[in-house]
């Protein structure tokens, strides 16, 4: 099997068509396919009815050579994965005793007796393999029909995932070849997706392979991809990764997993560094992002929620003079509350957070979505002025982003 082979991915279940659950399932296979360089070309959910999925079993099989359905395996009247796939394929379908067998122990073992309708659960396909499923009770079919590859497993998210890594990734490890895609995500703060866009400009009159951009609130990421032999392929990825550090330089903060408040943790770790925050407008989520890298009370003394000038003045020692003078929304404020923090709790380095989040409070001069964010050392401070006139949750969340990123350039440039 060559990478040309694709794959169609099939949520089962009417819940998923409702507003209270979705399918997070087929991400969970995507990667699997990802890994060994197949591509997904349709993701579908269809309802608990069996003519809808019948039919959408056929489309899926005429335009992938693969095919995963999760779901509809259950032992009730409206689990029907089994008779949809029997019409749509032509299978028949026989009772298998050592299921039923298993199914009783694993009810007995528990202090229960089988209900009568999980006997539903032992029917399979004449011909084709049965998945053992040693995290539920419905069992999982491996299907080859004309030529192409049906996998079929049940929707119960651990089960499914641990069928997806017994089972499919093995095979696609075996009949791929050895060949292999390989992935590296550079993650870039300070830019828009736009200022992104332009700066790559020389890169792709460069480079033919893809490079995906996606924009997340408060940074941007470029996705890299590879296919072929592991060593040809990272050395490809390494290449075009130096490129863009080239182009990016400081503005990358991380690659892959990395959350800026993990990069900034290790920083001040390697460094013997420590910080401490004041924060306005962001309601304390500044210091429970800095808490939520474990270890992070090694360099985390502590932080203070000054929501009122009163609060500014007791607990981030802000001088009443300079909170009259530029009003709490101010580059003034906000340094004072960096350097306060700092001495507050004896730290390395302060961080100051003062701003309106809305969606009243603002003014012409002080618009809603007006913030200043300071960072304070020993001899020097760095100051921001920002704008992010959204939702107050996604403003606190980009605006604590962006005071994690001044924090991590200020020890950058130290």
């Avoid at 998923?16 to 699997?32: C, E, H, I, Q, Y």
């Avoid at 060994?36 to 019948?54: C, E």
């Avoid at 609130?217 to 130096?242: V, Y």
């Avoid at 407008?281 to 000054?306: E, H, K, N, Q, W």
């Amino acid at each position: 099997m060559s990478a040309k082979h694709s794959a169609s991915i099939i949520a089962i279940g009417s819940e998923m068509l409702g507003p209270t659950r979705v399918d997070t399932n087929s991400l969970k296979v995507t990667a699997a396919f990802e890994s060994f360089g197949i591509g997904v070309v349709r993701k579908s959910v269809v309802g608990d009815t069996q003519d809808q999925l019948v039919d959408e079993i056929r489309h899926s099989l005429e335009h992938s050579d693969i095919l995963i359905t999760s779901g509809g395996l259950g032992p009730t009247e409206d689990d029907m994965t089994r008779e949809a796939l029997a019409e749509a394929l032509g299978l028949t379908m026989e009772v298998d005793a050592g299921i039923i067998e298993r199914l009783e122990k694993r009810f007995a073992a528990r202090g229960w007796v089988m209900p009568e309708v999980n006997k539903r659960q032992a029917n399979v396909f004449v011909g084709q393999t049965t998945l053992t499923n040693e995290r539920g009770t419905a069992p999982g079919f491996h299907i080859e029909h004309d030529g192409k590859h049906v996998w079929v497993f049940p929707g119960v998210p651990h089960e499914l995932e641990w069928m997806v890594t017994t089972y499919l990734t093995p095979w696609l490890a075996s009949t791929t070849g050895g060949q292999s895609r390989f992935r590296r995500v550079l993650k870039i703060a300070g830019m828009t997706e736009s200022g992104v866009e332009e700066r790559l400009k020389t890169y792709y009159a460069a480079h033919p392979e893809p490079l995906t951009i996606l924009a997340t609130s408060g940074q941007t990421e470029l996705h890299l991809a590879a296919d072929g032999a592991e060593s040809e392929a990272l050395a490809l990825i390494a290449a075009r990764e130096a490129e863009l550090r080239e182009l990016f330089a400081h503005k990358i903060f991380g690659v892959d997993d990395d959350t800026l408040e993990a990069v900034v943790g290790r920083m001040l770790t390697e460094r013997g560094e420590t910080v401490a925050t004041a924060e306005s407008c962001t309601g304390g989520l500044l210091a429970s992002r800095i808490t939520d890298v474990p270890g992070s009370s090694a360099y985390f003394m502590g932080g203070a929620v000054c929501y009122t000038a009163a609060a500014k003045i007791d607990l981030a020692r802000v001088d009443p003079a300079i909170i009259a003078e530029h009003g709490e929304v101010s580059e003034p404020v906000a340094i004072a509350l960096a350097r306060g923090a700092r001495e507050r709790f004896g730290t390395t380095y302060g961080i100051g957070v003062t701003g309106i989040a809305g969606p009243g409070g603002g003014t012409e001069a002080k618009p809603v979505g007006t913030v200043h964010i300071a960072v304070a050392g020993a001899d020097a401070h760095k100051h921001w002025k920002l704008l992010w006139p959204m939702e107050r949750s996604l403003f606190k969340r980009i605006t604590t982003q962006s005071a994690l990123d001044l924090l991590r350039l200020f020890i950058v440039r130290t």
